[in-house]
């Protein structure tokens, strides 16, 4: 069944987001997949879970690593499911039945970031070790270290799997070649950590957030800041574009998230329900839903924009 069809089977005129709960304490990070009909989440709870979204249903949970779940991504395929934890480890699931797969290690302190590239050749994990590891996914080796001088918070690939950002305590947002591992930009100082980076679709923006209440957006390669959002009062904490790159997604401390169009550069809703932090926002593959994470410790379900109308 399409994407489109279970969704608007499980949701059809309901106003209220689906929620799925079964998490335990924070939920730190979400992941849609590739096909839109399953999200993975991880969590303090030192969980891995699998999400039918046709039902809202569980469909498996994993207590495989010792310490806080920090960061979750799917594979291109859909076939993986690779989660950093505390614990200093990289483990890679199967999809059907959270089989591990494998343990990566390597990291010496907490892995606080995970991302595979877009076409499925490389894993990169992040760290409070002050490092970033890019791995080969058909042998699980490491193929680059790359070394910074803070402990890294968060890293992701570009669309064209041909550059990597990394963010890091010390406010430094960088951009390096990949595979070789090469920097090609060292974007100014944020004045803070930098706790999320969001490429464009098409991969000319790079959006970068720090504990503070803009989000800035540079032009990539050539580093220009070319537009910023200041949202008064509110403590950014996670972005996301949407796949056609026209709306932004912010979740924020508070537990609101703003929804803002990019080309009218103005926020035009902001959803309320979660009541603590918001710590991970992804929309799915077609853009009709924006799913969210929170210490709250549940993972909601929106709806982006309703059928036929504006958002």
């Not at 709250?296 to 059928?307: G, H, I, S």
Request: hydrophobic share 40%; net charge neutral; with cysteine.
């Amino acid at each position: 069944m399409a994407a489109t069809s279970w969704l608007s089977l499980l949701f059809g005129k309901r106003k209220a987001p689906g929620v799925l709960t079964g998490h335990t304490d924070w939920v730190n990070s979400i992941a849609f997949s590739p096909g839109g009909h399953f999200l993975v989440s991880g969590g303090k709870d030192r969980t891995v879970r699998l999400w039918r979204l046709e039902d809202c249903q569980q469909v498996w949970s994993v207590t495989g690593h010792a310490d806080w779940v920090k960061a979750v991504a799917f594979s291109p395929n859909g076939q993986l499911v690779a989660s950093g934890s505390g614990d200093k480890t990289v483990k890679v699931w199967s999809v059907r039945g959270g089989t591990l797969i494998t343990v990566l290690t390597g990291h010496t302190d907490w892995v606080n970031s995970v991302a595979f590239s877009p076409f499925g050749a490389w894993l990169l994990s992040g760290s409070a070790d002050k490092s970033t590891i890019l791995w080969n996914t058909e042998n699980w080796e490491q193929v680059k270290v790359i070394t910074h001088i803070s402990p890294v918070y968060t890293a992701v690939f570009s669309p064209e799997e041909i550059l990597m950002a990394t963010g890091t305590y010390d406010g430094m947002a960088k951009i390096w070649k990949v595979p070789e591992g090469e920097l090609v930009l060292a974007l100014p100082e944020h004045g803070d950590w930098v706790r999320c980076l969001a490429f464009s679709p098409d991969g000319k923006i790079l959006a970068t957030c720090c504990w503070s209440d803009t989000i800035r957006f540079w032009r990539i390669p050539e580093g220009d800041l070319v537009a910023s959002i200041t949202i008064p009062k509110e403590a950014t904490t996670t972005l996301a574009f949407s796949p056609d790159g026209k709306i932004f997604a912010i979740g924020t401390h508070s537990g609101s998230i703003y929804l803002w169009d990019l080309e009218a550069d103005r926020a035009v809703r902001v959803i309320h329900g979660h009541t603590n932090h918001v710590s991970s926002v992804a929309f799915s593959p077609d853009g009709k839903w924006l799913a969210s994470g929170s210490r709250d410790k549940t993972v909601r379900l929106w709806r982006v924009r309703d059928e036929d109308q504006p958002l």
